[in-house]
């Protein structure tokens, strides 16, 4: 599923088996933040932000026909369609040739295909030296619905 991405064989990044517990189609548009337990691919249109609670091992990948409107924050991103907004990797992010990012990039470690464009800052960021970089709105909203969640049962 993975291999989708290169579109030819001189493509610098190596394919990486990957299970998505969560595709949004081409034609899906969702309106809202997503808060992820499980990988996901979006396709499709997301207006919102999608985030992962730092200790999860998420991977984001938006593929050639995704678009984003929001913030990112997972332990790894990988972009071969449209974001507009911030992305914070954990790991790594992964930007390929046809891939348009418009927000700053935080990451542990990065790939850039030549032909990608980014209107935005590259911030290197290790744990060492802010290990509380990763809490956010969004990682704490995470962190509260699965606690009710969790008292509910």
């Known amino acids: 599923m993975f291999s989708k991405f290169a579109k030819n064989k001189s493509s610098t990044f190596q394919s990486v088996p990957e299970k998505f517990d969560t595709i949004i189609g081409k034609k899906t548009v969702i309106h809202g933040n997503l808060m992820l337990l499980e990988s996901i691919r979006i396709d499709g249109k997301v207006v919102g932000n999608v985030a992962s609670a730092k200790e999860d091992l998420i991977t984001v990948v938006i593929g050639e026909s995704g678009d984003v409107q929001g913030d990112i924050v997972a332990n790894r991103v990988v972009i071969?369609?449209?974001?507009?907004?911030?992305?914070?990797?954990?790991?790594?992010?992964?930007?390929?040739?046809?891939?348009?990012?418009?927000?700053?990039?935080?990451?542990?470690?990065?790939?850039?295909?030549?032909?990608?464009?980014?209107?935005?800052?590259?911030?290197?960021?290790?744990?060492?030296?802010?290990?509380?970089?990763?809490?956010?709105?969004?990682?704490?909203?995470?962190?509260?619905?699965?606690y009710v969640a969790g008292s509910s049962n």
């Open 80 to 146: 071969a369609g449209k974001v507009a907004g911030n992305l914070h990797a954990h790991d790594c992010i992964e930007l390929h040739s046809d891939s348009v990012v418009q927000g700053d990039i935080r990451y542990g470690s990065i790939a850039i295909e030549h032909g990608a464009k980014v209107m935005g800052l590259l911030l290197h960021v290790s744990e060492a030296s802010n290990p509380n970089l990763g809490d956010s709105d969004a990682q704490n909203a995470i962190r509260k619905a699965q």
